[in-house]
């Protein structure tokens, strides 16, 4: 692995790790670094080996955001109109990605950990903001913003630019968990390692199903869950699963 990349892009085992690194420019995000996220992201999906990834920022910040500095487009060589291209993978991405969030973690670097990671393991130190109306920016993609918190809690924050701390964010319900910021790495592994225990292919339709019904809501998206479900229920690893805890054994799956 290269230490000197924007990004570096690590495989231990069945966990991916995704490392932004300009800790010199709090990891404010280049073109270049977009381009390396997205392609990390195709490659994590892509490798059965890999079950689980963390995304994280070196030298005690996840991210700033993207870099106002540099010139040219912001979001990667490859963007067109809509979403980043990184961003639409880590979104369309069927593995579970955990956010281990330190320090400072505002605008586009919120936007990766907060509206399309699935979930976020906060240090005692992190901080959360999205300061775009204090520099006159506006919100690329806002909807999202609704299905990881409450519609009045979107509001606050977008509207104030204000600047949560770990403890607030996890009452706004941003984070899951809240930890000292020297355990946080290795809080993130324990639940990626929890997450590639078990069954590959129901970790994923599970993951499916509930971002299923926050973006489709209703009848339809109840309607794609019954298409999928009796895959699940006739799927190996169901029966290895079943036949495991009746032995008293852990289950040994293969992901079919």
């Known amino acids: 692995m290269n230490q000197d990349k924007e990004l570096l892009y690590e495989k231990k ?4 790790y995704i490392t932004f690194n300009r800790p010199d420019k709090v990891n404010a995000i280049t073109t270049n670094m977009y381009d390396l996220l997205e392609e990390a992201i195709n490659d994590y999906a892509a490798d059965e080996n890999l079950l689980c990834a963390i995304i994280t920022g070196a030298g005690g ?3 700033s955001g993207a870099d106002l500095k540099q010139g040219g487009r912001i979001g990667g060589s490859n963007r067109g109109y809509g979403m980043f291209p990184a961003y639409r993978a880590i979104n369309q991405c069927p593995k579970p990605l955990i956010a281990a969030v330190d320090g400072y973690c505002l605008a586009s670097g919120f936007n990766c950990a907060v509206l399309y ?3 976020r393991i906060a240090s005692d130190r ?3 903001g999205i ?3 204090k520099r006159g920016l506006s ?3 806002p909807i999202p913003f609704t299905y990881q918190m409450s519609l009045g ?8 630019g204000k600047i949560l701390n770990a403890e607030e964010a996890l009452r706004m319900g941003i984070v899951s968990e809240v930890v000292p910021h020297e355990k946080l790495l290795e809080r993130a592994t324990e639940l990626a ?3 590639s225990e078990a069954a590959p292919m129901h970790v994923r339709l599970h993951k499916q199903f509930l971002r299923n019904f926050v973006e489709v809501p209703g009848s339809f998206g109840q309607g794609l869950i019954d298409i999928i479900m009796p895959s699940l229920r006739n799927a190996e690893d169901s029966n290895e699963g079943k036949k495991a805890f009746i032995e008293k054994r852990k289950p040994e799956f293969k992901n079919k």
């Open 13 to 16: 085992g069945p966990i991916a």
């Open 61 to 63: 910040n996840f991210s």
């Open 117 to 119: 990671c699935d979930f």
């Open 126 to 128: 992190a901080k959360f």
């Open 131 to 133: 300061p775009a109306v």
């Open 139 to 141: 919100l690329p993609y």
């Open 153 to 160: 809690n979107a509001l606050y924050m977008v509207l104030t």
């Open 193 to 195: 390692t929890t997450i």
